[in-house]
T-cell receptor
Framework: AQSVTQLGSHVSVSEGALVLLRCNYS??????LFWYVQYPNQGLQLLLK??????LVKGINGFEAEFKKSETSFHLTKPSAHMSDAAEYFC???????????FGTGTRLTIIP | DTEVTQTPKHLVMGMTNKKSLKCEQH?????MYWYKQKAKKPPELMFV???????INESVPSRFSPECPNSSLLNLHLHALQPEDSALYLC????????????????FGPGTRLTVL
């Protein structure tokens, strides 16, 4: 079964520092990959998605992710963290032709002033 | 417009009550989903409706009863719930384009915070 692993359930970075949230998928065929953000007491908001059109994907709020087939990874980055980036981040994967979206366990991002 | 709306925002109910959660989207999406999310956990899929027909039921207890009256609306009827059913219930929708080459991105609503006493 398709799965996705998020390394680090909790990541802390200083304001202005690089944000790196890790996501690895398990599949022999590149799936569709997504990053969602969830602010406290809110639903999930789509940050970006991998569609096979480009390996470097730019999303909202200055985030981007790079698909690396050789490493089966889709890590999320942002060059300079802002206090408003503090939230829970979920990586998710969907197989081609499959309705189901499989989520990683999530990474809580804390920004240190 | 990628908005999915859910009502109510918060719901408190007793174990003998009957209540319903509502979800609405006007994006022309033909797939709609119910998820359950416990604190500090990822969302767990409960049901999927495709073209107003139930296509996936993830072995959810019968005290949860989904309904899709039309392509824009999705309900979740609740009856005789248990305290462990307290959670954030999320609705999502996607375009359900009938091709293998679509990402079929799911868009989520803000959720209903349910507390069962």
């Amino acid at each position: 079964a398709q799965s996705v692993t998020q390394l680090g359930s909790h990541v802390s970075v200083s304001e202005g520092a690089l944000v790196l949230l890790r996501c690895n998928y398990s599949s022999s065929v590149p799936p569709y990959l997504f990053w969602y953000v969830q602010y406290p007491n809110q639903g999930l908001q789509l940050l970006l998605k991998y569609t096979s059109a480009a390996t470097l994907v730019k999303g909202i709020n200055g985030f981007e992710a790079e698909f690396k087939k050789s490493e089966t990874s889709f890590h999320l980055t942002k060059p300079s963290a802002h206090m408003s980036d503090a939230a829970e981040y979920f990586c998710a994967v969907r197989n081609i032709g499959n309705e189901k979206l499989t989520f990683g366990t999530g990474t809580r991002l804390t920004i240190i002033p | 417009d990628t908005e999915v709306t859910q009502t109510p925002k918060h719901l408190v109910m007793g174990m003998t009550n009957k209540k319903s959660l509502k979800c609405e989207q006007h994006m022309g999406h033909r797939a709609m989903y119910w998820y359950k999310q416990k604190a500090k956990k990822p969302p767990e899929l409960m049901f999927v409706y495709s073209y107003e027909k139930l296509s996936i039921n993830e072995s959810v207890p019968s005290r949860f009863s989904p309904e899709c009256p039309n392509s824009s609306l999705l309900n979740l009827h609740l009856h005789a719930l248990q305290p462990e059913d307290s959670a954030l219930y999320l609705c999502a929708s996607s375009q359900m384009v009938p091709t293998a080459y679509s990402t079929d991105t799911q868009y989520f609503g803000p959720g209903t915070r349910l507390t069962v006493l």
